[in-house]
């Protein structure tokens, strides 16, 4: 049977990413910044829960930014960079949390994530 957590995290990349960069409120407020909210310490909590977790050790890009940043956005797959990829604005940073209001994509955000923080567990790839 295939991973099932790279499927899931996959999955999140792809429901998240309309959202980022799209003008919203909470995403506008990173506007000025070049690389919105990627920093480098998640750069680099990425590394070692790839690392730790998966026996891969990431290739830096040469960014001086991001080490993980590449022409066309983070090169890291989704499950080997867990907290980026759960990680969405309107989430976190929203008065109310929402996927772009919507109560049903919302509780389809909420519902992937619990299941793949469950199988995070049960695996033994939680990140810290
Ligand atoms: S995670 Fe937030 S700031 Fe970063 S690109 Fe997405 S919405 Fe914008
Ligand atoms: S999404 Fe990629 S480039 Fe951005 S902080 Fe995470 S690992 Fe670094």
């Not at 090169?75 to 989430?91: D, E, N, Y």
Request: hydrophobic share 35%.
């Amino acid at each position: 049977m295939a991973d099932l957590l790279p499927i899931l995290y996959q999955q999140m990349a792809e429901m998240t990413a309309p959202l980022c960069g799209s003008g919203s409120l909470e995403c506008a407020q990173f506007c000025q910044k070049k690389y919105r909210c990627c920093e480098k310490q998640y750069c680099e909590a990425t590394a070692k829960f790839a690392r730790e977790k998966y026996g891969v050790e990431l290739q830096p890009t040469g960014n001086p930014d991001l080490p993980f940043m590449g022409e066309h956005g983070c090169t890291v797959a989704p499950h080997l960079r867990p907290i980026c990829t759960l990680h969405v604005c309107s989430i976190s940073w929203a008065a109310k949390s929402s996927i772009e209001n919507d109560e049903q994509k919302t509780k389809a955000y909420f519902d992937l994530r619990d299941r793949i923080l469950a199988e995070a567990r049960r695996e033994g790839k939680m990140f810290e």
